[in-house]
């Protein structure tokens, strides 16, 4: 089973940016960020399919935040910026298993999941 391990959480005022890394023990091809507020369901953020370097990104993150990877495809970026209280959550990386991509932001639709890291946006 392959793992995932996300870093680079932490607080930043209202306007700072943050970049997220997820690490990945083996290849995958569908890969996304999920986020989820105390109180709030799991949303999805991006989900970023290798097969072709298509994007999905949520209304609410579009034109603030971007997803990349490294040249290995080993780890898997979330560039965060212009960030606002409102973005204050824990956020997950996930995977979906297999080479193809359910392409939509489900949380159901993904099998792997990393532990999370904690994203707080103070105003």
């Known amino acids: 089973q392959v793992q995932l391990v996300e870093s680079g959480g932490g607080s930043v005022q209202a306007g700072g940016s943050l970049r997220l890394s997820c690490t990945a023990s083996?290849?995958?091809?569908?890969m996304a960020w999920f986020r989820q507020a105390p109180g709030k369901e799991r949303e999805g953020v991006v989900v970023?399919?290798?097969?072709?370097?298509?994007?999905l990104y949520a209304d609410s993150v579009k034109g603030r935040f971007t997803v990349s990877q490294d040249n290995a495809g080993n780890t898997l970026y979330l560039q965060m910026n212009s960030l606002k209280p409102e973005d204050t959550a824990m956020y997950y990386c996930?995977?979906?298993?297999?080479?193809?991509?359910?392409?939509?932001?489900?949380?159901?639709?993904?099998?792997?999941w990393g532990h999370g890291t904690q994203v707080t946006v103070s105003s």
């Open positions: 970023f399919y290798r097969g072709d370097g298509d994007t």
């Open positions: 083996g290849y995958l091809y569908c």
């Open positions: 996930a995977a979906q298993g297999g080479g193809s991509c359910a392409f939509r932001l489900r949380w159901d639709d993904f099998s792997i």
